[in-house]
């Protein structure tokens, strides 16, 4: 269902204290927003999450041309750092999985020396180089 409220603004005389519902919320905040700012949204307010966004535009939209653009070129700047730091997480978590698959290869390969397989077999069922097999090999005559 649809609702329609047509307030008239200027009779609106509720005082903070006396703010109850959502739409005694918008229109005082409709009345009053000269009166504070982002950071100092009246509590009866703020328990609206739109309400603070509200703000936040309203502070956006009152800048000067000047401010606008420090402010618009400090939000790119954010969304490029943002962008270089995702970049960078998933680069973090493909380099983790890369090197636990080599890992899972190294520890198969070990078993099968273990087993006694020759070089070739290990590894092509590792996946790994003949080197690093020989390699392996070695470290487990060392260790036992």
Known sequence: MFELHFIELPKFKKDFSEIRTTLDRWAAFLTKAY??????????????????????????????????EIYENDLKAMMVRNAEINAAEEKGREEGREEGKVEGRIEAA???????????????????????????RK??????
């Open 35 to 68: 009166e504070f700012d982002k950071d100092t949204v009246p509590k009866e307010l703020a328990q609206s999450e739109e309400i603070k966004k509200a703000a936040e535009k309203l502070d956006i939209m009152s800048l000067n041309k000047e401010e606008r």
């Open 139 to 144: 470290k487990l005559a060392i260790n036992e």
């Open 110 to 136: 070990i078993e099968a020396i273990k087993l006694g397989v020759n070089n070739d077999v290990v590894a092509k069922i590792s996946k790994l180089s003949i080197e690093k097999v020989e390699e392996l």
